[in-house]
């Protein structure tokens, strides 16, 4: 059976469970509602199992913080065996406009703390990657604040649309593969 490691990054606690840079948590939250998955708390996070044709998806939340994805990342995918090119892991993009998606195989971390570690930890800049835009709409100096802000009432009215393509894509990196994926959902 072919194993997947979907890695949602996001921050732990209520404080910080409606804001952009959870987005991670909520695309698997989303997608393990509509599946009826439950969430176990397990070692450096949240995991659930979701099957399909043959194939099984280990949804990650983990629970070191942003800042120090990679150890959780690292972590599960040597438990589980799960080759570096079967990760994907879901994150926000401030330099994409909001609900805009960019699925890559690579990159550089952009900036983004969860990536830059999760590179560090895993020697490698070469792992697929699903970044979900928030836009760039604050100001000079409050990137922090509105990246660990709420989603405004326009953005939560357009989100269930877009957690229902995330889960799309989940599904399709793992049945379709990575190219077919980026080739269909790119730009949507």
Known sequence: MKKFLIAGLGNIGPKYHNTRHNIGFKVLDHLAEKESLTWETAKLGDITSHKVKGRTFILLK??????????????????????????????????????????????????????????????????????????????????????????????????????????KIIESFGLAGINITMNTFNGK
């Open 62 to 167: 983990p629970s070191t913080y942003m800042n120090l994805s990679g150890k959780a990342v690292k972590y599960w995918l040597d438990k589980e065996k799960i080759p570096l090119e079967n990760l994907l892991v879901i994150t926000d993009d401030l330099n994409l406009p909001f609900g805009s998606i960019r699925v890559k195989t690579k990159g550089s971390d952009g900036g983004h703390n969860g990536l830059k570690d999760i590179q560090n930890v895993l020697q490698s800049a070469t792992y697929n990657r699903f970044r979900f835009g928030i836009s760039d709409a604050f100001s000079k100096g409050r990137q922090v604040d509105y990246v660990l802000g709420d989603w405004t009432p326009e953005e939560e009215k357009a989100l269930p649309e877009r957690l229902d393509v995330g889960t």
